[in-house]
C-alpha cells in the first residue's frame, strides 16, 4: 500500500474563507471556493493517506478523488506505509552495508517476516538464482538490484507468472556475452565497488522501493524497466522481456524445476 502525502514543506494556507492556497510566495496552486470534500482530502494528505482512503474521507467518487490528485500531484510525496516495510536478501562482504542502509531508510523488515507483497533482492556483480527463486515459486513480487564496479542495475519489477523474472535478465545477458556465466560464478561473491559509495546505496534502494511501490499502486503487470544509477547521474533501463528459454511467464514451475 502506497500513502500518499502533502510534501511538509508545502505549506496549505487559507486566502479568505473560501480559498485554499498551497505554497507561501509565489503561490504553487489556489483552490478557489474550495468544496468541503476538498478541504478534507487536503487535510488527511497533510498527515498522508491511502488513494482508496480519500473516496471515504471525501466522500466521493473515486473519478473525483483521482480529479483532485491530478492537481496535487506536483507536491504529494509518496512513502511506503510502515507495514510495508521489505525483506531485503542480500550476501557478500557488503551484506552489512546494505542492512545499514535499508534500516536508516526504513525499509528493512524482521529477517523473520514473510514477504507477502514485495521484497528486493541484492546482488553484488549478479543475483545467484537462490535469492529470488522461492520468490517466484510464492509468487511474490520482488525487484532486483545489482551493484557493480561503477553502476548500480535496479529492476526490472517483477510479477511473478506475469512479467520477465530476474533469470530472464541473466539469460539475455548471456546471449549479448556468451562468457557471462563463467564471469558471473567469479563474481558473485566479490565485494562491488559501487556498494561502497553510500550516496547510490541510499538512491539504489530508494529507487527500488519507489517502483515497487508504483507497480503496486498502479496494479500494472508489465512492471516498471528500472533504472542505470552510477555516481554522474541516472538513466532508464531497457525493458527486460521473457527470455524464451526461460518461460517464467508460460509455466513458472516447469522454468524451476
Request: aromatic share 4%; net charge neutral; hydrophobic share 50%.
Amino acid at each position: 500500500m502506497v500513502v500518499l502525502r502533502l510534501d511538509p514543506l508545502v505549506p496549505v494556507v487559507w486566502r479568505d474563507p473560501h480559498t485554499l492556497q498551497l505554497g507561501g510566495e509565489p503561490p504553487l496552486l489556489v483552490f478557489e471556493g474550495v468544496a468541503p470534500h476538498e478541504e478534507r482530502m487536503l487535510a488527511a494528505l497533510a498527515s498522508g493517506v491511502p488513494r482508496t482512503a480519500l473516496a471515504a474521507i471525501g466522500p466521493c467518487p473515486l473519478a473525483v478523488v483521482d480529479g483532485f490528485l491530478e492537481r496535487v500531484r506536483p507536491f504529494l510525496t509518496r512513502r511506503l506505509a510502515p507495514s510495508e516495510a521489505f525483506v531485503i536478501r542480500a550476501r557478500g562482504a557488503n551484506r552489512q552495508l546494505i542492512g545499514g542502509t535499508a534500516r536508516a531508510l526504513g525499509l528493512l523488515a524482521r529477517a523473520d517476516a514473510a514477504a507477502r507483497r514485495a521484497g528486493i533482492v541484492i546482488g553484488m556483480h549478479a543475483i545467484p538464482p537462490a535469492d529470488y527463486r522461492d520468490w517466484l515459486r510464492r509468487d511474490v513480487p520482488h525487484i532486483g538490484v545489482v551493484f557493480g564496479d561503477e553502476r548500480v542495475l535496479v529492476g526490472p519489477v517483477v510479477a511473478p507468472g506475469r512479467t520477465a523474472c530476474l533469470r530472464c535478465a541473466d539469460l539475455w545477458r548471456r546471449d549479448a556475452d556468451p562468457d557471462w556465466p563463467a564471469l558471473a560464478s567469479q563474481l558473485i561473491e566479490r565485494p562491488a565497488a559501487s556498494a561502497l559509495d553510500p550516496i547510490l546505496r541510499a538512491e539504489a534502494l530508494g529507487a527500488a522501493a519507489r517502483l515497487l511501490a508504483a507497480a503496486a499502486a498502479a496494479n500494472d503487470e508489465r512492471g516498471p524497466h528500472g533504472l542505470i544509477l552510477t555516481a554522474r547521474g541516472r538513466a532508464e533501463r531497457p525493458p527486460v522481456v521473457p527470455h524464451p528459454e526461460c518461460g517464467c511467464t508460460v509455466d513458472l514451475q516447469a522454468s524451476l524445476d
